[in-house]
């Protein structure tokens, strides 16, 4: 079965970030995620042998925790002036579930690459693909050193959440 592909729209597409640090959590989200994904489908749901690949990407200035000094910080931190998008590239699946897809992959944030792997909710509405999908990253394997102000403490693992 050939692959179809899907453009995510940016309109009903969404990430969002859910951190901590010792005083209190912190969230933040993006909407206008970009990209696509080709994916082999059946009637039923993914096909036996997915062979999806794709490309999802968000600009850093779309995040916003709706603390602005919080956003400022976040984005000096990931110097999203010589490094504005966070992309990840799909290469490589298998089917889990007739609606559940295991993904391999990267991510690329900062400049550094980062292998990843995980898991997307599959649901096929007449010709639209939804998706979503959560994994927690450690954000030190891109580099990033969380701040650390006093008795302040933030946490390096975030949980990420995508809707597309």
């Known amino acids: 079965m050939a692959a179809v ?3 995510l729209d940016p309109d009903r597409s969404e990430v ?3 951190g901590s640090s010792s005083v209190h959590p ?8 970009e990209g696509w994904l ?6 039923s749901g993914v096909a036996a042998t997915p062979s999806a690949t794709g490309s999802v990407r968000i600009a850093v200035e779309r995040l916003s925790s709706g603390n602005p000094l919080i956003d ?18 799909v290469t490589g699946s298998r089917r889990l579930a ?4 295991g993904l391999a992959g990267d991510i690329a944030l900062r400049g550094e690459v980062q292998p990843v792997t995980g898991e997307l ?5 007449g010709d639209e693909l939804h998706l979503a999908g959560e994994q927690v990253f450690d954000v ?14 933030v946490h390096p693992e975030v949980t990420v959440h995508l809707e597309a």
């Open 5 to 7: 592909r899907f453009e």
């Open 121 to 125: 909710a599959i649901t096929l509405d």
């Open 16 to 18: 969002s970030i859910a």
């Open 98 to 101: 007739p609606d559940r897809l």
């Open 38 to 43: 080709d994916l082999s489908m059946t009637r």
């Open 26 to 33: 912190i969230n933040a989200r993006a909407s206008g995620l």
């Open 140 to 153: 030190r394997a891109w580099g990033l050193k969380p701040p650390r102000i006093g008795l302040l403490r």
């Open 72 to 89: 400022v910080e976040t984005r000096r931190r990931m110097d999203a002036g010589r490094f504005p998008e966070i992309v990840g590239t």
